[in-house]
């Protein structure tokens, strides 16, 4: 009996770091498109590819009735396509520029390569239908390729885009961009004087650390008034004692471990940026939840303003704030391994209260930021 669950199999296949397109078709003079990364070579001479298309999509059905297809290769500086066309519904097409190919197939004319393509066979498994098609009609640009790795758009060269997601942060610290304002990608670009692409990476970084949320296919910052902070707090404090009270008796040796690992982590961060201590904060509280084994704390834990707590990390904290965090999770730790429970209750409290105080603390200047009285010097 298999017991690998389809969240797992999306989990772990996820890891799988892969390019990005848009496949379109056309049918009945209307044009589908759906973005899709299970996309393959198959074949030099003749040209042959395949792609893997959901049997309920439209677009699949599109596939199936003309028998044609076109995959777009999405280059680096449109992640936002990607958004525009993993959603349902009508309207993806609305304001993106596009070209009819020799072949009669509708293509995105910013794609970095297209394909237009006849289906020569149709193999079903499962809830996916397998195109298997001749290449007709092929064109391409020059530029890099958007990826894509376990559910994010990215760059394959992420090291040079490092200033960009540092100047980004620090513009958001600097709150220049007031909680609830959604980001343009071309101004910020126009303003930075940077590439697009650059700029929707850095903000889809920002987003994972949570100084940013995203919301229908772009970014915002969240609201992080001191009561939607404090109920973050009170519900993350809930539950991860919850947690405690479940497992302190029964978790796995090996889960321990993991815990002490990340623990490890946090206090290698104790000196970097803020946001990297608060990314070790993020991940140790996700391995305490996971002891649990339990989905509906999950969801739980995913309805938690967890960006607004984030807020609180970043441009607050002085080192020795850092220390007293990290300091409590480790008599957490300690005391958790050995199955002390009101010790590993009463660092968990301390440990909230810390960001609660903080909370109530204004921002520190980032490091691009100077204060009023040093601006008067």
Not at 110 to 127: H, K, M, N, W
């Amino acid at each position: 009996m298999n017991s690998l669950t389809s969240d797992r199999f999306r989990d772990l296949i996820g890891r799988f770091a892969s390019g990005v397109t848009v496949i379109t078709a056309v049918d009945g003079g209307e044009s589908h498109g759906i973005t899709a990364s299970a996309v393959s070579s198959l074949s030099l001479d003749p040209p042959m590819l395949l792609i893997c298309m959901n049997k309920e999509s439209a677009t699949g059905r599109a596939v199936v009735e003309s028998g044609r297809f076109a995959v777009n290769v999405l280059g680096e500086d449109y992640p936002d396509l990607a958004m525009r066309f993993a959603t349902k519904g009508d309207g993806k097409f609305k304001g993106v520029a596009t070209s009819v190919g020799p072949g009669g197939q509708t293509l995105l004319v910013d794609a970095l390569a297209t394909f237009e393509c006849r289906v020569v066979e149709e193999v079903t498994s499962g809830t996916h239908t397998v195109f298997i098609a001749s290449v007709e009609h092929a064109a391409g640009g020059v530029g890099a390729p958007l990826a894509y790795f376990r559910g994010k758009f990215g760059r394959l060269c992420l090291d040079a885009d490092h200033n960009t997601v540092n100047d980004v942060r620090s513009l958001l610290i600097a709150r220049r961009i007031q909680p609830g304002d959604r980001l343009d990608v071309d101004a910020l670009a126009a303003d930075l004087k940077i590439p697009r692409g650059a700029i929707f990476h850095a903000l889809s970084v920002l987003a994972t650390e949570g100084l940013l949320h995203r919301h229908n296919g772009g970014f915002e910052m969240p609201q992080s008034g001191r009561n939607v902070v404090v109920d973050a707090i009170s519900a993350m404090s809930s539950i991860t004692m919850g947690v405690t009270d479940m497992t302190i008796a029964s978790v796995p040796s090996a889960q321990r471990c993991d815990l002490r690992d990340l623990l490890d982590k946090l206090h290698h961060s104790l000196n970097s940026q803020d946001a990297k201590f608060a990314r070790g904060l993020r991940d140790f509280y996700r391995a305490l939840l996971a002891t649990a084994g339990s989905s509906s704390l999950e969801h739980a834990w995913a309805a938690i303003n967890i960006s607004a707590v984030t807020n609180v990390l970043v441009g607050r904290p002085t080192m020795s704030e850092h220390r007293r965090v990290y300091e409590c999770l480790t008599a957490f730790v300690d005391a958790f391994s050995f199955g002390d429970r009101t010790t590993a209750v009463n660092a968990l409290r301390e440990h909230f209260d810390i960001l609660l105080d903080l909370n109530a603390r204004p921002i520190r200047p980032g490091p691009h930021q100077t204060t009023k009285a040093e601006a008067t010097q």
